[in-house]
């Protein structure tokens, strides 16, 4: 069993930065997808930036292009999403998910992501 903790939310002012970490425990994290989504307020949970196996390609929901970059390190079994530019829409619980071995895992959608953490908050105040 994976368990992922999300860390590094917060508050900040537009244009601010944050740094979010997901560590996983229970299994390493190389083979898997991993993700970061994020639901805002009174609305459905959406993908923000996927990361292939191995340090490959990566993809990202259009609005955060360019301002946020999803990266892993997995001898610590850990993922971060550095968050740049940041805009008073990008206010929402952030979550971490890893899509395991063996599993069809969707790009931005939740297909597949059989692991969540507890979520992170960010604020972002204009």
């Known amino acids: 069993q994976v368990q992922l903790v999300e860390s590094g939310g917060g508050s900040v002012q537009a244009g601010g930065s944050l740094r979010l970490s997901c560590a996983a425990s229970g299994y390493t994290t190389s083979p898997m997808y991993m993700g970061w989504f994020r639901q805002p307020p009174g609305k459905e949970r959406e993908g923000v930036a996927v990361m292939r196996p191995g340090g490959g390609a990566t993809y990202y929901a259009q609005a955060v292009k360019g301002r946020f970059t999803i990266s892993r390190d997995d001898a610590k079994s850990t993922v971060y999403l550095q968050m740049s530019s940041l805009k008073p829409e990008d206010t929402a619980m952030y979550y971490c998910?890893?899509?395991?071995?063996?599993?069809?895992?969707?790009?931005?959608?939740?297909?597949?992501?059989?692991?969540w953490g507890q979520g992170t908050q960010v604020t972002v105040s204009s």
């Open positions: 998910a890893a899509c395991p071995r063996g599993v069809l895992c969707g790009v931005l959608s939740s297909t597949g992501y059989n692991y």
